[in-house]
């Protein structure tokens, strides 16, 4: 089993849908989690970081399960915008995700 | 405000040759890294440095080099390319290596090993 797992993808929603990815980890001790925005043949940047009692940045909500040892990202009301890969990252082990894609269609 | 750059972006080369990947950044960050992407395996780090002088492994170390002489500059040498090694390279800093601490990336390398 991967140390880190992702929703494989690709994620196709319409604008205005409401999409949720997860991100599971193997290792029960990880501290800190993150979630990485990386646009096609760019570097990935920070989209946010996922606060134990789960944390909301405009139409971005991040939550952590730590019994089930999953992080989730929903994005309300999609925007064309929005399209790209998303990575989740547990920091302890600076292991990422093989990202999920999505794609939001007019 | 430069922040993180990488050197070159785009690199061809052969099969046996040594190739050396720079990473420059102004930050002073204490922590950088190095990943390397392809296709489906996500980021996977290669090697990171605490401080200057200071180096240790990652999840795919072998067939890299790297050193850091000095805090902002952390190059990572191929000492003999293989065609396994054709991929995207990037590089991170971080101010610390707590971990709540945020990652910022340059730009990445595409290297191709022929």
């Known amino acids: 089993r991967k140390e880190v797992e992702q929703d494989p993808g690709p994620f196709n929603v319409p604008e205005g849908a409401t999409v949720a990815f997860n991100c599971t980890y193997s290792?029960?001790?990880?501290?800190?989690f993150f979630w990485y925005r990386q646009d096609c043949r760019k570097e990935p940047k920070l989209l946010m970081s996922?606060?134990?009692s789960g944390n909301e940045d405009g139409r971005f909500t991040a939550q952590l399960n730590r019994a089930s040892q999953y992080i989730s990202l929903l994005i309300r009301d999609s925007k064309l915008s929005d399209s790209a890969t998303y990575l989740c990252?547990?920091?302890?082990?600076?292991?990422f995700g093989a990202g999920t894609r999505l794609t939001v269609k007019p | 405000d430069a922040g993180i750059t990488q050197s070159p972006r785009y690199k061809i080369t052969e099969t046996g040759r040594q190739v050396t990947l720079m990473c420059h950044q102004t930050?002073?960050?204490?922590?950088m890294f190095w990943y390397r992407q392809d296709l489906g395996h996500g980021l996977r780090l290669i090697y990171y440095?605490?401080?200057?002088?200071?180096?240790d492994k990652g999840e795919v170390p072998d067939g890299y080099v790297v050193s850091r002489s000095k805090t902002e500059n952390f190059p990572l040498t191929l000492e003999s390319a293989t065609r396994s090694q054709t991929s995207v390279y990037f590089c991170?800093?971080?101010?610390?290596?707590?971990?709540?601490?945020?990652?910022?990336f340059g730009a990445g390398t595409r290297l191709s090993v022929l």
């Open positions: 991170a800093s971080s101010e610390r290596g707590e971990a709540k601490n945020i990652q910022y």
């Open positions: 930050w002073s960050h204490s922590y």
């Open positions: 440095s605490a401080a200057a002088d200071i180096t």
């Open positions: 990252v547990v920091n302890n082990d600076m292991r």
């Open positions: 996922v606060y134990s």
């Open positions: 290792n029960s001790a990880s501290q800190s």
